[in-house]
């Protein structure tokens, strides 16, 4: 199983950066997805998260209205569109995958697969 997230970089608030994760080695389309962030001495929290199908997605309070999940099951691959980004965003990005067997939900301990993370960094 692999979740390869890219795209992360350095911009400035106010400016966009779309987050990729291609994945391998399970079933795709039969898995909720989401995106996760963290920064150094806080806990990982959640960001946003979208059905098996891509009918329903959910996100964080601090993140509504600037971000959009997506996902393409043909390519295996969940995006996060992220806009209007503030120096609060920084953080390392990781995709999850939620497998059917267990509930959808926005928890870390519902998502059996993790990516390796991707550094976002949106300066002042």
């Known amino acids: 199983v692999q979740l390869q997230a890219s795209g992360g970089g350095l911009v400035q608030a106010g400016g966009s950066l779309r987050l990729s994760c291609a994945t391998s080695?399970?079933?795709?389309?039969?898995?909720?997805m989401a995106w996760f962030r963290q920064t150094p001495g806080k806990e990982r929290e959640f960001v946003a998260t979208?059905?098996?199908?891509?009918?329903?997605?959910y996100y964080a309070e601090s993140v509504k209205g600037r971000f959009t999940i997506s996902r393409d099951n043909a390519k295996n691959t969940v995006y996060l569109q992220m806009n209007s980004l503030k120096p609060e965003d920084t953080a390392v990005y990781y995709c999850?995958?939620?497998?059917?067997?267990?509930?959808?939900?926005?928890?870390?301990?519902?998502?059996?697969?993790w990516g390796q993370g991707t550094q976002v960094t949106v300066s002042s």
């Open positions: 979208i059905s098996w199908g891509g009918g329903s997605q």
């Open positions: 080695g399970f079933t795709f389309s039969t898995y909720a």
């Open positions: 999850a995958g939620n497998p059917p067997s267990t509930n959808w939900g926005i928890t870390e301990s519902k998502y059996t697969y």
